[in-house]
């Protein structure tokens, strides 16, 4: 069976520190790999999707960057991060050709608090 | 102008009765599938149903079944004979076209059981 991995947890940055959270996914090949920002009490707000190695689709111009160095490795990076950055960054997986019926699965999250 | 609306921010709902979430979408696609998460206080985004556009009958899986008004544009998830566990987030999602690789979410309404 496939699953996800997503880490750290939880993470406490000083504002204008470097980031980098890792996704991994399991039991499966070529994924679509997205990862969303959900701020408290609100929505997902998607800010990154790859369809393949190297391919990477931006949603929201912002100072983070995301990366997939392996087919199954989904990175979101930041040179400096900003007291906005904060929040909780979701990494998810769903099978080609995404057809219409598949979901997109979930990591369990890292909780991001910048001071 | 908003994909999807979930007009209900929060509900409370006694335990053992049937709760419907309310979804209305807005796409000029013929072809788009909807989705409902659910998020537990822990933070994980849990894939609960899903319902295409030409499907010709409502999805259900399990305890949770899928009110599709197409003609109304609304995706109304009901949860029948409700549990202290169902308490959480709901979110409705939609992906519009058959190749779409991204979804759209909605704001999310908080479901609290009481016993």
């Known amino acids: 069976s496939q699953t996800i991995h997503q880490w750290p947890a939880t993470l406490v940055q000083p504002v204008g520190s470097p980031l980098s959270l890792e996704c991994t996914v399991e039991?499966?090949?070529?994924?679509?790999l997205y990862w969303y920002r959900q701020a408290a009490g609100r929505g997902l707000q998607l800010l990154f999707y790859?369809?393949?190695?190297?391919?990477i689709s931006s949603e929201v111009p912002q100072n983070l960057s995301a990366s997939r160095p392996q087919d199954r490795q989904f990175i979101l990076s930041s040179k400096k991060l900003l007291l906005s950055d904060s929040g909780f960054y979701l990494c998810?997986?769903?099978?080609?050709?995404?057809?219409?019926?598949?979901?997109?699965?979930f990591g369990d999250g890292t909780r991001l608090s910048i001071l | 102008a908003q994909k999807i609306t979930q007009t209900q921010p929060g509900m409370f709902v006694q335990e053992k009765e049937a709760v419907t979430l309310d979804c209305t979408y807005d796409?000029?696609?013929?072809?788009?599938?909807l989705f409902w998460y659910k998020q537990p206080s822990s933070g994980e985004m849990i894939f609960l149903i899903y319902q295409g556009s030409y499907d010709q009958q409502n999805a259900t899986e399990g305890r949770y079944s899928l009110n599709f008004q197409k003609a109304r544009k609304s995706a109304n998830l009901v949860i029948s004979a409700s549990q202290l566990g169902d308490s959480a987030m709901y979110f409705c999602a939609m992906r519009e076209g058959p190749g779409a690789q991204k979804l759209v979410f909605g704001q999310g309404t908080r479901l609290t059981i009481n016993p």
């Open positions: 998810a997986w769903s099978a080609l050709p995404g057809g219409r019926g598949q979901p997109q699965h």
């Open positions: 039991g499966t090949s070529n994924p679509n």
């Open positions: 790859s369809v393949g190695i190297g391919q």
């Open positions: 796409t000029s696609d013929p072809s788009y599938g």
